[in-house]
């Protein structure tokens, strides 16, 4: 029975040392297991802070610009301006008291012997040195007052430059006064230059136009040289190229030709570079 008891606990002391040494074997293993694992991998680096200064200086880096999406205010497009119909800028009236005012003892001195009614005023409008549009005023005779209007409308039309266009009687009648100013008119009861023949312009049957750049001029009997107006010396000699000039079958001269006026430059001896002129 002793010997039974003895046997029991041995077996009992054997089986507990046994679990203990399992139990052991276990822990130690995965102990082991860890440590394998743990070497196995890399050192990880250390990430520092943004914030964290450190010894070395980092460059500041350089900020983007920041854009500005400006919404782009809608602009109103202007309405065209009409083109101005320059049409009714043409015409004529009678000789008015207003007009007759200004004329008389000018360009209708006592004792003329053209009738009023013969005479009409015409508007005009034109194309001046400066390329700007200007108002001109001109007597002329009633049978080619409706030329006149005609003409001046069809060089206003291809932009022919006259420098100005001024009754006459702004100069006191003086024709060389109105020529020397480069004035273009028309109607002036007085005689021919040099003669006591009443001119065409004494009927309103003729018109000078640019007269400065475009002068009378003849040699006289004497040699000597008739030049109107006097200071018109730079443009006598008509071989020079100058668009001021009136010559044989440019704009201004074919336009009037087509109306039935002749040119003084045609003429033989005598010649008025400035001068177109109508019959009845």
Not at 168 to 180: L, P
Not at 209 to 235: H, M, W
Not at 250 to 260: L, Q
Request: charged share 30%.
């Amino acid at each position: 029975m002793a010997k039974r008891i003895v046997y029991i606990f041995i077996l009992t002391l054997l089986s507990g040392i046994l679990v203990f040494s399992i139990i052991m074997m276990v822990k130690l293993y995965k102990e082991s297991e860890s440590e394998s694992e743990s070497k196995s991998e890399p050192d990880k680096e250390v990430m520092k802070p943004v914030n964290e200064p450190s010894g070395e200086s980092t460059p500041t880096p350089t900020p983007k610009p920041k854009l500005n999406f400006v919404t782009p205010t809608p602009t109103e497009i202007p309405t065209p301006t009409p083109k101005k119909d320059y049409t009714e800028e043409f015409y004529m009236t009678r000789i008015t008291a207003d007009i007759l005012e200004r004329i008389s003892g000018k360009s209708y001195p006592e004792g003329a012997t053209i009738d009023l009614d013969d005479l009409r005023w015409c508007h005009v409008v034109h194309y001046g040195f400066d390329g700007e549009i200007h108002e001109g005023e001109l007597i002329v005779n009633k049978d080619i007052a409706h030329d006149i209007l005609e003409i001046f409308r069809e060089l206003f039309d291809v932009k022919y430059q006259i420098e100005k266009i001024r009754l006459i009687d702004e100069y006191d009648a003086v024709d060389e006064a109105s020529m020397e100013d480069n004035n273009t008119s028309a109607f002036c009861y007085r005689t021919i230059a040099e003669s006591s023949s009443l001119s065409n312009h004494a009927l309103g049957l003729a018109i000078d136009i640019n007269p400065l750049y475009n002068p009378y001029v003849y040699t006289r009997k004497d040699g000597s040289l008739f030049l109107q107006p006097e200071n018109a010396g730079d443009y006598a000699d008509r071989d020079k190229e100058d668009s001021r000039y009136i010559k044989k079958d440019d704009v201004c001269y074919n336009i009037f030709i087509s109306h039935g006026f002749t040119w003084g430059g045609d003429w033989k001896s005598k010649k008025d570079y400035q001068h177109f002129e109508k019959e009845k």
